[in-house]
């Protein structure tokens, strides 16, 4: 168990990269967002369907984390998606000096969109900025519905949250409205999509948030 000074000191180095990571972005025009969940909410299959969506019009790489195994980089590559593994080797969350090693070493060239698809988990991953626009949560519908106030942290500070496996509405227990009332309670501001990789609902509205994302992004570093 970390000390809370040790824990600061840590945050604090993690901060100084992300900083630096930021404006790596913000000079690339690159928008970057870090999909955290816990394991098997469906991050990876949720990219692989944005990749075959979007790989046409955008140039994307991501990132991704794991305890162990180079598994989802693999899947992600054969749905189109240029993507670097980070084994973590046991760390539950990923840090900005680990993704910026990873993206010097994928040479992924200029990118519209940087996924960063984070280690399964809910509670580690929301205290490390990455230099991203936002951080994006995923539920899914076989999780539970009452895992909002039960993870406080995560859902306050993610900018978009995504209930995925929607298709299971009808086989599982879970209340949508009462998810979706505690995401709203815990961070009023957030947008919330509804998706399925199995049938495809909420996809094209995943894809136009990302799109009018970045297009905001691009926007403002014109303006600046
Ligand atoms: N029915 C249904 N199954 C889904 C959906 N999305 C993902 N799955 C399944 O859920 C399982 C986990 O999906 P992944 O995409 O690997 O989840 P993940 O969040 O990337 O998992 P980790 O990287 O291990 O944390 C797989 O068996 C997927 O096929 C969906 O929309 N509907
Ligand atoms: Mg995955």
Same mark, same amino acid.
């Given at each position: 168990?970390?000390?809370? /000074? #040790? !824990?600061?000191?840590?945050? *604090?180095?993690?901060? $100084?990269?992300?900083? @630096? +990571?930021?404006?790596? =972005?913000?000079?690339a025009g690159t928008l970057?967002?870090?999909?955290?969940?816990?394991?098997?909410?469906?991050?990876?299959?949720?990219?692989?369907?944005?990749?075959?969506?979007?790989?046409?019009?955008?140039?994307?790489?991501?990132?991704?984390?794991?305890?162990?195994?180079?598994?989802?980089?693999?899947?992600?590559?054969?749905?189109?998606?240029?993507?670097?593994?980070?084994?973590?080797?046991?760390?539950?969350?990923? /840090? #900005? !000096?680990?993704?910026?090693? *990873?993206?010097?070493? $994928?040479?992924?060239? @200029? +990118?519209?969109?940087? =996924?960063?698809?984070?280690?399964?988990n809910l509670v580690c991953?929301?205290?490390?900025?990455?230099?991203?626009?936002?951080?994006?949560?995923?539920?899914?519908?076989?999780e539970g519905d009452d895992?909002?106030?039960?993870?406080?942290?995560?859902?306050?500070?993610?900018?978009?949250?995504?209930?995925?496996?929607?298709?299971?509405?009808?086989?599982?227990?879970?209340?949508?409205?009462?998810?979706?009332?505690?995401?709203?309670?815990? !961070?009023?501001?957030?947008?919330?999509?509804?998706?399925?990789?199995?049938?495809?609902?909420?996809?094209?509205?995943?894809?136009?948030?990302?799109?009018?994302?970045?297009?905001?992004?691009?926007?403002?570093?014109?303006?600046?």
């Open positions: 168990m970390l000390t809370t /000074e #040790a !824990r600061q000191k840590i945050l *604090a180095q993690n901060d $100084a990269a992300a900083a @630096e +990571l930021r404006g790596r =972005f913000a000079r970057v967002v870090d999909l955290i969940s816990s394991p098997g909410s469906g991050k990876t299959s949720l990219l692989e369907a944005t990749a075959r969506r979007l790989s046409k019009t955008l140039r994307l790489g991501c990132v991704v984390g794991d305890v162990a195994t180079e598994r989802d980089a693999e899947r992600l590559r054969a749905a189109g998606l240029p993507s670097r593994q980070i084994v973590t080797g046991g760390s539950c969350h990923l /840090e #900005a !000096r680990i993704v910026r090693d *990873a993206l010097d070493a $994928a040479r992924f060239g @200029e +990118l519209d969109v940087l =996924f960063v698809e984070n280690v399964g991953p929301a205290s490390f900025a990455l230099g991203e626009d936002f951080k994006i949560v995923l539920l899914s519908t076989t895992k909002p106030f039960k993870y406080p942290g995560i859902f306050s500070k993610a900018a978009v949250a995504v209930i995925t496996k929607c298709d299971l509405l009808p086989h599982v227990r879970f209340d949508v409205e009462r998810a979706e009332s505690e995401i709203r309670t815990l !961070r009023p501001d957030v947008r919330i999509v509804r998706t399925s990789t199995a049938d495809g609902r909420g996809l094209d509205a995943w894809c136009d948030l990302l799109s009018s994302s970045l297009a905001e992004k691009r926007a403002a570093r014109a303006n600046a």
